[in-house]
Nanobody
C-alpha cells in the first residue's frame, strides 16, 4: 500500500535552516507528482510546494518563495523540502502528499513537526 514517511522536523531558531525528507513506497513514485503541505495550530492545511514527476514543474505558496526548495530523487523514492530563513510563522506540522487522480484519492504521511522559535 502507499506509504509516505516524513522526517527531519524539529525545533529551530528563526533564520536557521531545516531539511525535511519524505520516503515513499507502494506506488510508481517516478510517475507521480509530490507535494508538501503544512498545518499550523488553529489553521487549515495549506499547500507549501509541489513538484511534478520529472521535476520539470515546481510551484510554491507565495509565503515561502525564495526561502524553500522542493526536490526529489526518483532513484531513491524520496522528496525533500529545504527550508531556509525560517520564520516563526513557518511553525506547523508538515505533511508529504501524493494524489492518485485516477482513483481521486489523496495519500498523506503522518507529518513531521517544525517549530521555529528563539
Amino acid at each position: 500500500q502507499v506509504q509516505l514517511v516524513e522526517s527531519g522536523g524539529g525545533l529551530v531558531q528563526p533564520g536557521r535552516s531545516l531539511t525535511l525528507s519524505c520516503a515513499a513506497s507502494g506506488f510508481a513514485f517516478s510517475m507521480r507528482a509530490m507535494a508538501w503541505y503544512r498545518q499550523a495550530p488553529g489553521k487549515e492545511r495549506e499547500l507549501v510546494a509541489r513538484i511534478s514527476s520529472n521535476s520539470g514543474s515546481i510551484n510554491y505558496v507565495e509565503s515561502v518563495k525564495g526561502r524553500f526548495t522542493i526536490s526529489r530523487d526518483n532513484a531513491k523514492n524520496m522528496v525533500y523540502l529545504q527550508m531556509n530563513s525560517l520564520k516563526p510563522e513557518d511553525t506547523a506540522l508538515y505533511y508529504c502528499n501524493t494524489r492518485d487522480f485516477s482513483l481521486d484519492i489523496d495519500y498523506w504521511g503522518k507529518g513531521t513537526l517544525v517549530t521555529v522559535s528563539s
